[in-house]
């Protein structure tokens, strides 16, 4: 993968006889690629609520490409370069983001953008966006996108798409 960024990831776990350990100390190296000029790095994911901490399982390396698991979560990193393609979206979760590094600005389906840069957080409650890198670098995102359930507005549910 070409230039991602350099994101150490560091997960603790517990020994045989129950005392703290780190069981992952390393570098993201398993970056995918998402939409044109886009990737993804998912550092931790879970499937049930409350999460569950017992055994070993690198569940930042779980299988299969997804927006949201269900009654879960999941800890990401994105890497959106100038360019990134088009995808307006909604996702049935509550989503809590931080701009590390760059700038990019957040479309709603109504056309309002909202332009964010490194230090801005943003707290996403299943509304309709797509991401626009009009810079020339890329910006990092850090997002825990954790499941909610479908948005009702207007008298009607709003589904994840896109």
Sequence with gaps: MQNVPQIRRVVTGHDDQGRAI??????????????????????????????????????GKREGKFTMIENGSVFRIL???????????????????IVMKGEIDMELDDGVEVHLKAGDVMVQRGTVHNWINRG???????????????????????????
């Design 136 to 162: 020339t670098e890329t910006c990092v995102i850090a997002v825990i996108l954790i499941h909610a359930k479908p948005v009702e507005a207007g008298g009607q549910v709003l589904h994840a798409h896109g």
């Design 79 to 97: 890497d959106f370069r100038p360019g990134v393609e088009h995808r307006m979206h909604r996702t049935d979760s509550i989503d809590y983001l």
């Design 22 to 59: 780190v069981e992952i100390d390393e570098v993201c190296s398993h970056f995918r690629a998402g939409r044109a000029n886009a990737f993804v790095c998912n550092i931790w994911t879970t499937d049930t609520t409350p999460a569950n901490n017992d055994g070993f399982h690198d569940a």
